[in-house]
């Protein structure tokens, strides 16, 4: 999640349309979840409570989320972990994150940047929820790459923007509550942007 952009901050946020880089980022996330072993389903995550199951369960409700901003119900509605996807939530991942990226590229898709999406933290448009989203998708893909012992670095120049954009919209100092990430990580000295924008989402190895 994300802090609400301040007045100083919105308008760079809302003049940007986040859809090119959040399409990457779910294909770089299918990728990873389609390349998971099922002998690794019980193994721990760098997300503190997840095990790689419970992990891709919550991936499928990262995606539910905006697919339900689409369809106009309640993001929110989706609960943290798709307890109903926990026996195969691969494919469901995989299947369902084809399906948001054509709902959001349909014919109502540019009119969806600017329809009011609820968060933890109140309501933003569209376009700023898929930022928050791209924060998501990145992270918990670098999780769930890590644990399983995948490459954990996305494209650098996706990994580098969104890492921009979460500085913004995720200050250091705003943290817990209605904004659900703990405190920022140092980064080691060799790691790669993916790893940098986990480490401010507070994840670590």
Same mark, same amino acid.
Request: glycine share 6%; proline share 11%.
């Given at each position: 999640?994300?802090?609400?952009?301040?007045?100083?901050?919105?308008?760079?946020?809302?003049?940007?349309?986040?859809?090119?880089?959040?399409?990457?980022?779910?294909?770089?996330?299918? *990728?990873?979840?389609?390349?998971?072993?099922?002998?690794?389903?019980?193994?721990?995550?760098?997300?503190?409570?997840?095990?790689?199951?419970?992990?891709?369960?919550?991936?499928?409700?990262?995606?539910?989320?905006?697919? $339900? @901003?689409?369809?106009?119900?309640?993001?929110?509605?989706?609960? %943290?972990?798709?307890?109903?996807?926990?026996?195969?939530?691969?494919?469901?991942?995989?299947?369902?994150? $084809?399906?948001?990226?054509?709902?959001?590229?349909?014919?109502? *898709?540019?009119?969806?940047?600017?329809?009011?999406?609820?968060?933890?933290? *109140?309501?933003?448009?569209?376009?700023?929820? %898929?930022?928050?989203?791209?924060?998501?998708?990145?992270?918990?893909?670098?999780?769930?790459?890590?644990?399983?012992?995948?490459?954990?670095?996305?494209? =650098?120049?996706?990994?580098?923007?969104? %890492?921009?954009?979460?500085? @913004?919209?995720? =200050?250091?100092? @705003?943290? *817990?509550?209605?904004? =659900?990430?703990?405190?920022? @990580?140092?980064?080691? =000295?060799?790691?790669?942007?993916?790893?940098?924008?986990?480490?401010?989402?507070?994840?670590?190895?």
């Amino acid at each position: 999640m994300t802090n609400q952009p301040t007045s100083a901050t919105a308008p760079t946020a809302l003049a940007e349309d986040p859809r090119p880089r959040y399409f990457r980022a779910l294909s770089w996330v299918s *990728g990873l979840v389609a390349a998971v072993p099922d002998d690794r389903m019980a193994d721990p995550t760098p997300c503190d409570g997840f095990d790689v199951r419970t992990l891709l369960a919550h991936l499928v409700t990262t995606v539910r989320r905006p697919a $339900a @901003v689409a369809a106009g119900t309640d993001p929110l509605a989706a609960p %943290l972990v798709s307890e109903d996807v926990l026996d195969a939530p691969a494919p469901a991942y995989v299947a369902e994150a $084809a399906a948001l990226r054509a709902a959001w590229s349909g014919p109502d *898709g540019d009119a969806l940047l600017d329809r009011l999406a609820r968060l933890p933290f *109140g309501e933003v448009p569209g376009r700023v929820a %898929l930022t928050v989203y791209l924060n998501e998708t990145l992270v918990h893909g670098w999780d769930l790459a890590v644990a399983t012992g995948q490459d954990p670095e996305a494209d =650098p120049d996706l990994a580098t923007a969104a %890492l921009a954009a979460a500085q @913004v919209h995720l =200050p250091a100092a @705003v943290r *817990g509550g209605p904004v =659900p990430f703990a405190a920022v @990580v140092e980064p080691a =000295p060799d790691a790669g942007p993916t790893e940098r924008l986990a480490n401010w989402s507070g994840h670590r190895r």
